[in-house]
């Protein structure tokens, strides 16, 4: 056996590390909310549903284009080939578009859930997934409110698709294709607090265009993809009932437990286990 | 350490320590039982479809979807198997711990079946992954992604594993003969043992903590933020179910390896745990009602799912109470033995309900194992069976330790 004494500190140790880091969790989001994020202002008021965006997003992604019919009333959905969708929806304003894409949020579940890092929100404020560490468990599906990353399934070497907001492109100083290819000035991109801005402006000019509401801008914590309207959202098929708080809020509490547990239990327990030896020798008197 | 081998004990017939253990690969008894004829061919066509899916991806076998992306390899496999294999934190702290005695006779099979139920059930996970190469990335500390309630559970499963190990290793020290490893071995049983407890404590609750982001996809009956305190506790009862579940069959197909008076102290541990599963399904029982009270869900009962919470609160709950209750009080083994099994089903359908039937409940197409998953699932439980047969017809886990291992006490 391999184990001895030393060896066994040394797991322990190592349990005691994950827990030190396992502090760090506090510090995170507050500094990151420091940092200004981009992130995308898409209109439905503005948008005319003729597709450039998921056409530029499949060619820039190396995707194959979309073949179904954009119709009201059928649901397209975004898989593991297709990044970003326009769905139609007959509303009470007659025939409104949406674009369903990744929100980027800005305490995004998918990479509180993943466990190798490989779900990252960057300081751009881009939610990117890399390759090189994720093992494909899919925790980030099970966890992303809005059913956002999308698995290979019939692949030996799957991946996890979704939306990046093209943050290569962001990093060579450009756009997200998508926005720079939308004829209608439906999508803008922009650092987070200007979007929010000119939501903002755009509901207050045109009150009687636009349902008054951005959503993303509380919707899960907040999001960098932000959406205006010209109808409530459930109309066009969005969760309205989402929470406002973050979701990796939800398994903090459980989280934050976890060093108390592991400092207190073992010593509760050695403590009975001292106080209890005497029935022991008792009951061994007795046989 | 630079003297850990220490010279095994030379077998009568002067064998080496490699010509014994070549000896004991060797199947033992007969070969043509039933068990082995269904599980043989069983074990194959799993193996035959693990290599399908990791040559042709996950969805070549399994059903999974783009909104459901655990099935059964996770729900059942992991979750529920798990939850079964609490047994041996259980009873590790009734004998170490609470120093009960009594139940020290079974500590060793019940620590067996709890290590190898987490080779092979947390192994079921490697199946799982879509990208296994990559999971040494969270252990050897490249991405540790501290945040994760999974990175948390991993490190446990893993570290547990070692505990158990830890636990088991006098066994096997007995085994091979090696007197002075079996003394340092057993030095850290007590040690082993408190860390045992505090892992499992966290991983069997963690395993709940896993849901809880997943807040609008479980059904408001079985989602709350409590799930990981009613997983813990439910793997108290689920655990003690099945050590006398596993109990009741080893004691027959081994009976020959138990001695006189174990045989007689049998009956006595079934009651006695039978009044512990009683009592923690009645703590839980009462959980489950706070929080249903306080999630106000009375609307939701009267729905198809409302039924089937109610069938699992009643059917496999309250019912199964009653049953150790009255097993207890009538002293009654094979009441206690239908308690056990119901309340086992129970535990699968509530593990089931949070992770794969109450999951996306919603949902227009509602994910459906295949009879592949199934296969897999199969297999792996049977392989199990194999190996624990293996261990236990070996190793002194229900037979007396050997002489020596008295007299050095
Ligand atoms: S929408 Fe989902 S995938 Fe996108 S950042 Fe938020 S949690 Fe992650
Ligand atoms: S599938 Fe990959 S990206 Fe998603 S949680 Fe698992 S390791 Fe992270």
Same mark, same amino acid.
């Given at each position: ?287 | ?106 500590? #060793? ?72 490893? #079996?003394?340092?071995?057993?030095? $850290? ?91 923690? $399904? ?61 309340? $086992? ?5 509530? #593990? ?36 624990? #047969? ?20």
């Amino acid at each position: 056996m391999g184990l001895d004494r030393r060896g066994f500190m040394k797991t322990l140790g190592i349990a005691g590390v994950t827990l030190a880091v396992g502090k760090k969790l506090h510090a995170k989001p507050k500094e990151e909310k420091e940092v200004e994020f981009y992130g995308m202002l898409y209109d439905s008021a503005r948008c005319v549903g003729c597709q450039s965006c998921e056409v530029a997003c499949a060619e820039a992604h190396e995707l194959p284009l979309s073949t179904d019919e954009l119709l009201a009333g059928t649901n397209r959905e975004t898989h593991d080939k297709r990044r970003t969708v326009i769905n139609a929806y007959s509303t009470s304003k007659g025939e409104v578009y949406r674009k369903t894409q990744c929100f980027h949020c800005n305490e995004p579940a998918c990479a509180a859930a993943c466990l190798t890092q490989a779900m990252h929100k960057t300081h751009e404020g881009a939610v990117i997934w890399r390759g090189d560490k994720c093992m494909g468990c899919r925790y980030c599906m099970v966890s992303c409110p809005f059913d956002i990353p999308k698995f290979e399934y019939h692949s030996a070497n799957p991946k996890i698709e979704k939306c990046d907001m093209c943050y290569e492109r962001q990093l060579e100083g450009k756009m997200p294709v998508c926005v720079e290819s939308c004829p209608a000035e439906a999508l803008v991109f922009g650092t987070r607090r200007e979007l929010i801005k000119e939501a903002r402006k755009r509901i207050h000019e045109n009150p009687e265009m636009y349902y008054d509401h951005i959503y993303g801008e509380h919707e899960a914590g907040g999001t960098g993809f932000l959406q205006l309207s010209p109808v409530p959202f459930e109309e066009l098929g969005l969760n309205v009932k989402i929470q406002k708080s973050s979701y990796p809020e939800l398994s903090k509490g459980f989280l934050y437990s976890v060093p108390t547990i592991f400092v207190l239990w073992p010593a509760v327990l050695l403590g009975i286990h001292e106080a209890t030896k005497n029935n022991k020798a008792k009951e061994e008197e007795n046989e | 350490m630079s003297n850990t081998e220490y010279t095994l004990q030379s077998k009568s017939d002067g064998q080496t320590t490699w010509q014994f253990l070549l000896s004991e690969l060797k199947p033992k008894g007969k070969w043509l039982t039933p068990f082995n004829i269904i599980s043989i061919p069983i074990m194959l066509l799993g193996l035959g479809l693990i290599v399908l899916r990791f040559w042709k991806g996950l969805g070549a076998v399994t059903n999974l979807t783009q909104d459901v992306p655990w099935g059964i390899w996770i729900g059942f496999d992991v979750v529920t198997g798990v939850a079964f294999a609490g047994g041996a934190y259980v009873l590790t702290f009734m004998v170490y711990i609470l120093n009960m005695q009594k139940y020290h006779s079974i500590v #060793r099979i019940t620590v067996l079946n709890g290590f190898l139920a987490y080779v092979f059930y947390a192994g079921a996970l490697l199946l799982d992954l879509g990208r296994p190469w990559n999971v040494i990335n969270p252990i050897i500390g490249n991405n540790f992604g501290t945040s994760s309630v999974l990175f948390l559970v991993a490190w446990h499963f893993l570290l547990y594993m070692i505990a158990q190990l830890i636990e088991f290793s006098p066994t096997i020290a007995e085994w091979l003969g090696a007197r002075r490893a #079996r003394k340092i071995l057993s030095g $850290m049983t007590i040690a082993a043992v408190i860390f045992g407890i505090t892992l499992s404590t966290l991983h069997q609750s963690g395993l709940g903590a896993l849901y809880l982001m997943a807040k609008d996809k479980i059904h408001p009956l079985w989602y709350s933020e409590f799930i990981p305190v009613m997983f813990f506790v439910s793997s108290i009862f689920a655990g003690l179910s099945m050590v006398i579940f596993e109990g009741s069959i080893s004691h027959k197909v081994f009976s020959d390896q138990i001695s006189e008076k174990n045989h007689h102290a049998q009956n006595g541990i079934l009651i006695g745990l039978s009044k512990i599963c009683a009592g923690t $399904m009645f703590a839980y029982f009462f959980l489950q009602m706070l929080v249903f009270i306080h999630g106000q869900h009375w609307d939701l009962l009267n729905t198809p799912m409302g039924y089937w919470y109610l069938l699992e609160m009643i059917g496999f709950v309250l019912l199964p109470m009653v049953l150790f209750f009255i097993a207890y009080r009538k002293n009654s083994v094979l009441l206690i033995r239908i308690a056990a099994i119901v309340t $086992m089903l129970g535990i699968i359908l509530n #593990r089931l309900n949070v992770s794969v039937i109450g999951f996306k409940w919603d949902a227009a197409i509602r994910y459906v194992p295949t009879w592949m998953e199934i296969v897999v699932t199969l297999a792996v439980i049977f392989t199990e069976i194999w190996i624990f #047969r293996w261990v236990v017809n070996r190793l002194p886990v229900l037979r007396e330790s050997p002489s020596w291992v008295k007299k050095e006490k």
